[in-house]
């Protein structure tokens, strides 16, 4: 069998799809020989026809073309889905970013001045507003806003901790190694579960610069525990001369025990207990673009607004844009609640999140697919993110098995599928939470199955 040259297959693909240069086709025809020869090897084919052919190039081309980086449906019920994109951003948010992006804007221009301004007064003043802080500076991450805090204000000097709150955070970095390049000297107090206000005290030197609070926002310690709260660090810092610093990690502007939910301790009310510097993620329980806020004293905020580092971890023009339209969302609380995604899906009333279920369970049922059985369930969501870790969120579920596919075989059909379609297993059966579904991912979950029942099931 006579394998066709690259330039030959080039010819091919520039018939099949004109519009494209002639040039565009050399990776996608290597790939195309590649294939063949590797076939004709193993001897799955011994001649070449040209149905066969066309049909190679047209899959070939669609994988080339299709990003890697992808909309996937999260049938996890894990709202804040570290490996799926964490937030999901609203319309809202979404066309400002759109427009900020399309055309020219004036990310770091005066329009009053009519000279070079910066970029940080787009969202300084909503940040005030919302938290009553003196101060505010955002950067590309809450790793990062912890990174730059530390190294202005506490580089080469003692920054005391509770060993309880030395927390591993997202792909295992750690609190202390960022300390470390920070520049900061670790000084742990207490004991993973108890840390007393006198331990703190006890390690205060001449090197002490402050007194740093970590949130354990993605686990807790139950039991037999004691630990500092910010108010009473903060009197003692005030005693010694000191700073106190808070990193909340998943930090949130609404108080979710009035929705019956447990409590998370807010931005808001960690300012108001006195504490020097506030840093917390934008993409978590905010539900915005992924950025790190620092929000504080204003003189604590200036000396990090000029440090060096600054410019390396700063916050590009489409963040800026999200973080602003999501931020101006928050001036009303149900606004906030009604259009950020992450709110709307972990507030959601477990009657909605029912007929969401039984539409999805209809839809499937319609299909015939006798060899699936689907069934409607009450389920258990999370959070995820980080954030409240022992939350736990009634959800319901279209549970789906089969005798004639596992779980995982399903799961990874349902990943194969032109918009990949994430589920968990529970029990031995693979489940469909619908919390964190949007309206249209259930006529995509119906197609999908369809393609299943056309692949699988019709022969």
Same mark, same amino acid.
């Not at 330039?7 to 790939?31: D, G, I, M, V």
């Not at 609070?213 to 010694?240: C, D, M, P, Q, W």
């Not at 489409?318 to 001036?331: N, V």
């Not at 075989?409 to 968990?424: D, V």
């Given at each position: 069998?006579?394998?066709?040259? $690259? ?33 004709? &090897?193993?001897? #799955? ?31 996890? +019920? ?57 101060? *505010?500076? $955002? ?5 990062? *806003? ?7 204000? *506490? ?8 060993? +309880? ?54 686990? %807790? ?5 004691? %630990?500092?709260? /910010? ?11 000191? !700073? ?54 204003? #003189? ?20 800026? /844009? +999200? ?5 101006? !969302? ?5 606004? /906030? ?5 992450? !709110? ?13 279920? &039984? ?13 699936? #059985? ?10 995820? +993110? ?39 297993? #529970? ?12 309206? %249209?991912?259930?006529? %995509? ?15």
């Amino acid at each position: 069998m006579r394998i066709p040259s $690259v330039n030959e297959l080039k010819e091919k693909f520039h018939q099949l799809f004109p519009s494209y240069p002639l040039s565009y086709f050399t990776f996608p025809a290597r790939k195309v020989a590649q294939i063949i020869r590797e076939r004709w &090897q193993k001897g #799955e084919i011994s001649e070449l026809s040209e149905p066969f052919l066309e049909s190679l190039i047209r899959k070939t081309f669609e994988d080339y073309e299709t990003p890697h980086l992808k909309r996937v449906i999260n049938a996890t +019920g894990i709202v804040i889905h570290t490996n799926l994109g964490r937030a999901p951003l609203s319309e809202k948010v979404l066309s400002e970013i759109i427009t900020i992006g399309k055309y020219y804007s004036n990310l770091e221009y005066d329009l009053k001045e009519g000279k070079r301004g910066s970029r940080y007064v787009h969202v300084e003043e909503l940040l005030k507003e919302i938290t009553s802080a003196e101060g *505010a500076l $955002v950067v590309n991450n809450n790793a990062a *806003a912890v990174l730059i805090s530390l190294n202005t204000l *506490a580089f080469e000097k003692e920054v005391i901790v509770s060993r +309880g709150e030395l927390i591993e955070i997202g792909g295992s970095f750690r609190i202390p190694e960022v300390m470390k390049w920070a520049g900061s000297i670790l000084k742990e107090v207490g004991t993973t579960n108890k840390t007393h206000l006198y331990d703190y005290e006890r390690a205060i030197s001449d090197k002490t610069a402050l007194f740093l609070k970590v949130h354990k926002s993605n686990y %807790e310690i139950v039991g037999f525990t004691e %630990e500092v709260s /910010a108010e009473e660090l903060v009197n003692l810092a005030k005693r010694y001369n000191l !700073l106190v610093m808070e990193d909340l990690g998943s930090g949130c502007f609404i108080d979710f025990s009035k929705y019956g939910l447990k409590k998370e301790p807010t931005v808001q009310e960690t300012l108001k207990a006195g504490v020097d510097l506030v840093t917390f993620s934008g993409d978590k329980l905010l539900g915005g673009p992924q950025a790190g806020i620092i929000l504080g004293k204003r #003189e604590l905020i200036e000396k990090i607004r000029k440090n060096p580092l600054n410019r390396a971890i700063r916050i590009d023009k489409l963040t800026l /844009a +999200g973080l602003e339209a999501t931020l101006r !969302l928050y001036r009303d609380e149900n606004l /906030a609640i009604k259009y950020i995604p992450v !709110l709307s899906f972990i507030l959601a009333p477990k009657e909605k999140l029912k007929k969401k279920a &039984q539409k999805l369970y209809r839809l499937l049922k319609g299909l015939n697919l006798n060899e699936i #059985e689907f069934k409607i369930v009450e389920t258990i969501g999370k959070t995820g +993110g980080g954030a409240l870790p022992t939350l736990e969120l009634p959800s319901y579920s279209v549970i789906a098995y089969s005798s004639k596919l596992s779980p995982s075989q399903l799961q990874k059909y349902l990943r194969a599928h032109k918009i990949p379609i994430i589920t968990r297993i #529970e029990e031995d059966k693979m489940v469909l939470d619908v919390r964190c579904l949007f309206d %249209e991912d259930l006529e %995509e979950i119906k197609r999908a199955f369809q393609n299943l029942k056309n692949e699988y099931f019709s022969r």
